[in-house]
């Protein structure tokens, strides 16, 4: 029968066609399930005093491999338990946190400060919470967390998607009402700052007198520029920065960046301020459009910070019409 005799061959060259494609196609899976786990996100707290450290989190967007976890974060020992600045983006990379605070001190997170409103801030919060951690964070914000919490969570989830699973919007559990709140933890002194936020509503820094370093949240960004979203105003954020300047640290834990001095937060974050509102400021009054404003800001200064092609304008353009509305 020549035409199954025929049909025998083709099948048994195409068993021996398929078995280099089939070693190639196992090679290509294995490979994309390895992928993930080479570029997990991995959370290490590096020391910056004694008894105190910081996680420099990724400078870049949100991705799946960083897990929204694009920024700094604190974490403060004392006798009675840790103190954990901001919890991260989601439930799961807050876990993470947690293991990557084990691995540097047997106490558990007791306390944890949200430094402002945006996802890498707070939205770890849930796990924090089930752990029977005190969450703060200044009332100033909490309008903006109820509001933008839902909005964030969603537009994180196509970026994120299985690992955002388990995240919910859970509030801080303590409310802050001062400008400035003198706590005592464990016996060591943590002053929490807020100057009528900035990035966001409440945006507030952590200092700690005893060792002089100072976690700022969003209030400084360096080496990447700053970024500004609809409820940033660059007014009270100056005046955040004024707050911060005063403290006179010795190390400045930014919100995203190195760790560093106030000598860089002041070039990268606090002249770019200034600048901005300098500019806008004599545009709005002397009645220049808000074009030609926006064309002949001087960006010279800032050309070394990441990303400064793309936000420069956006900054230049939303600092225009809120001093506008001033
Ligand atoms: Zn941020």
Same mark, same amino acid.
């Given at each position: 029968?020549?035409?199954?005799?025929?049909?025998?061959?083709?099948?048994?060259?195409?068993?021996?066609?398929?078995?280099?494609?089939?070693?190639?196609?196992? +090679?290509?899976?294995?490979?994309?399930?390895?992928?993930?786990?080479?570029?997990?996100?991995?959370?290490?707290?590096?020391?910056?005093?004694?008894?105190?450290?910081?996680?420099?989190?990724?400078?870049?967007?949100?991705?799946?491999?960083?897990?929204?976890?694009?920024?700094?974060?604190?974490?403060?020992?004392?006798?009675?338990?840790?103190?954990?600045?901001? =919890?991260?983006?989601?439930?799961? =990379?807050?876990?993470?946190?947690?293991?990557? +605070?084990?691995?540097?001190?047997?106490?558990?997170?007791?306390?944890?400060?949200?430094?402002?409103?945006?996802?890498?801030?707070?939205?770890?919060?849930? %796990?924090?919470?089930?752990?029977?951690?005190?969450?703060?964070?200044?009332?100033?914000?909490?309008? !903006?967390?109820?509001?933008?919490?839902?909005?964030?969570?969603?537009?994180?989830?196509?970026?994120?998607?299985?690992?955002?699973?388990?995240?919910?919007?859970?509030?801080?559990?303590?409310?802050?009402?001062?400008?400035?709140?003198?706590?005592?933890?464990?016996?060591?002194?943590?002053?929490?700052?807020?100057?009528?936020?900035?990035?966001?509503?409440?945006? =507030?820094?952590?200092?700690?007198?005893?060792?002089?370093?100072?976690?700022?949240?969003?209030?400084? %960004?360096?080496?990447?520029?700053?970024?500004?979203?609809?409820?940033?105003?660059?007014?009270?954020?100056?005046?955040?920065?004024?707050?911060?300047?005063?403290?006179?640290?010795?190390?400045?834990?930014?919100?995203?960046?190195?760790?560093?001095?106030?000598?860089?937060?002041?070039?990268?974050?606090?002249?770019?301020?200034?600048?901005?509102?300098?500019?806008?400021?004599?545009?709005?009054?002397?009645?220049?459009?808000?074009?030609?404003?926006?064309?002949?800001? !001087?960006?010279?200064?800032?050309?070394?910070?990441?990303?400064? !092609?793309?936000?420069?304008?956006?900054?230049?353009?939303?600092?225009?019409?809120?001093?506008?509305?001033?």
């Amino acid at each position: 029968m020549p035409i199954a005799r025929h049909l025998h061959l083709n099948l048994r060259q195409a068993r021996a066609l398929w078995r280099p494609i089939q070693s190639v196609a196992v +090679a290509f899976f294995t490979a994309l399930m390895v992928w993930p786990t080479a570029h997990a996100l991995e959370v290490v707290f590096e020391p910056v005093a004694p008894d105190v450290y910081a996680y420099v989190g990724d400078t870049e967007g949100r991705t799946y491999d960083n897990e929204a976890l694009n920024a700094n974060l604190g974490l403060v020992i004392t006798p009675a338990g840790a103190l954990l600045i901001d =919890s991260g983006a989601t439930f799961q =990379s807050a876990r993470k946190i947690a293991q990557a +605070a084990r691995r540097v001190t047997q106490q558990p997170i007791r306390w944890v400060i949200n430094t402002g409103g945006r996802d890498h801030r707070w939205l770890g919060n849930g %796990y924090f919470k089930a752990q029977g951690a005190e969450i703060m964070a200044h009332a100033n914000g909490e309008a !903006d967390m109820r509001t933008r919490g839902p909005q964030q969570l969603r537009a994180n989830a196509p970026v994120l998607r299985d690992k955002q699973h388990g995240t919910e919007v859970v509030l801080p559990t303590r409310w802050l009402t001062a400008p400035d709140t003198r706590l005592d933890l464990g016996g060591v002194e943590v002053q929490v700052v807020h100057r009528q936020g900035g990035h966001s509503p409440g945006d =507030s820094m952590v200092w700690l007198p005893q060792t002089g370093v100072v976690f700022t949240g969003d209030v400084v %960004y360096v080496d990447r520029i700053l970024g500004m979203n609809p409820v940033s105003k660059t007014k009270a954020w100056l005046q955040s920065f004024e707050a911060l300047e005063a403290l006179n640290p010795k190390v400045v834990v930014p919100g995203h960046g190195r760790v560093t001095t106030l000598a860089q937060a002041q070039r990268d974050t606090g002249q770019l301020l200034k600048a901005l509102r300098t500019h806008m400021g004599q545009a709005v009054e002397a009645g220049t459009d808000l074009n030609t404003a926006v064309q002949s800001f !001087d960006g010279t200064p800032f050309q070394h910070l990441k990303h400064v !092609d793309v936000w420069l304008p956006q900054l230049a353009n939303h600092t225009y019409l809120e001093m506008e509305r001033e």
